[in-house]
C-alpha cells in the first residue's frame, strides 16, 4: 500500500521582494502536503526500512523519538494502516498529560515506552539498545528513520522534479539524512541549514557517504541558525514565520521550516546567492509539531 499522494508536492514560486531585487528565483517544494500525517520527508525516510521489515519476518517495529516528533507519529501511522505492531521509545519520563502527538501515536496503536532523556541519549549513541532486548523479533528504525534506508528512500524526494532547473536546493538538517538523500541525488549546491546546536563534527561523518566524492565541493552546511537548539525559538523566528505566511500563504513548522526559510532569506540579503540563481527550497513538513506553542504564537 502506498499511503502518500506524491502528485499533491507542488512546486510554488515564492515572491519576496527581496528576493526580486537581488534577481533570485525561489521555489519550494510542498512535500508538507503529502499526507496530513506522514507528512514530508518521513515518508521518503520510512520507505526502505518497511521494505525491509517485510522482507524478514519481522514481528513489529521499535523506534525512537520525542514527545512532538514528526517520525514517531508517521512511523504509528503507517504502522496501522499497514497492521504492523508498533513501539515508540520516547525520549524523558511520562509527563502527566501526554503531548497531542503522543496521544494520536496511542490512538494508531503504537505502544509507547518512556526513557529518562540521560539513559535514552545513551542507547542511541552506544548503538546497543537494551530495549530491543524486551522486543525480540522486532525491527528497529534509528531515531528520526536515519540510516542507510532512510537515506536510500530521500534520493527519490527530487524525482518529480526538474532538477536541471535549480542553480541550489536547501533543506534543513536533523540527522542529515535527506540531506545526502538530496546530495546522493542532483547536481546543484546543496545547502543544508543544521537546526541543532554543536553540530559541527557533521562533514567528517559526511565526507564518506557523498557521492560521487566530487560532489562534497558542492554541498554547503550552515550551524548558525538554530535559533539556540533544537525545538528552541526566538520571538524573531515566530515573526518571520507569521511574516512568510502573510506573503505567501505558506505554513511552516518552527523545528526545522522556519529556520530554513529564514536561513536562505539571511543569506539572500547577505549576498550570498549570485545574480540569476534559482533555488528550490523542500518543505519537509512537520507542521504537527507546532501544537506544541502556545495558542495565538502562530496566525495559522
Ligand atoms: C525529520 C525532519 C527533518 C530532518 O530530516 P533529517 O533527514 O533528519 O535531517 C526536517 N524537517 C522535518 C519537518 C522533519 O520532520
Known sequence: MFPVDLTKATVDRIEFPLLKEKHIELFMLRLDKIHPVISGNKWFKLKYHLECFKKNNYKGILTFGGAYSNHIIATAYVAKLQGIKSTGIIRGEKPRELSPTLKECIDYGMQLEFVPRDIYRQKINHNSIPTEQQFPGYYTIPEGGAGAMGE??????????NKDAYSHIACAIGTGTMFLGLANSSFPEVIGICVLKGMKDLPGQFNEMIHPPAK?????????????????????????????????????????????????????????????????????????GNASLRKGTLIF
Do not use: W
Not at 152 to 161: A, P
Open 152 to 161: 536510500k528512500g530521500c534520493r527519490e524526494i527530487l524525482d518529480r522534479v
Open 216 to 288: 562534497k565541493k558542492y554541498c554547503k552546511i550552515f550551524y548558525d541558525y538554530h535559533a539556540g537548539g533544537y525545538a528552541r525559538h526566538t520571538p524573531e523566528l515566530f515573526s518571520f514565520m507569521n511574516d512568510f505566511y502573510l506573503q505567501t500563504g505558506i505554513p511552516t513548522d518552527f523545528v526545522y521550516n522556519g529556520k530554513l526559510v529564514f536561513a536562505i532569506t539571511d543569506l539572500a540579503e547577505q549576498g550570498y546567492f549570485p545574480q540569476g540563481s534559482s533555488l528550490l527550497l523542500i518543505h519537509s513538513g512537520g507542521l504537527q
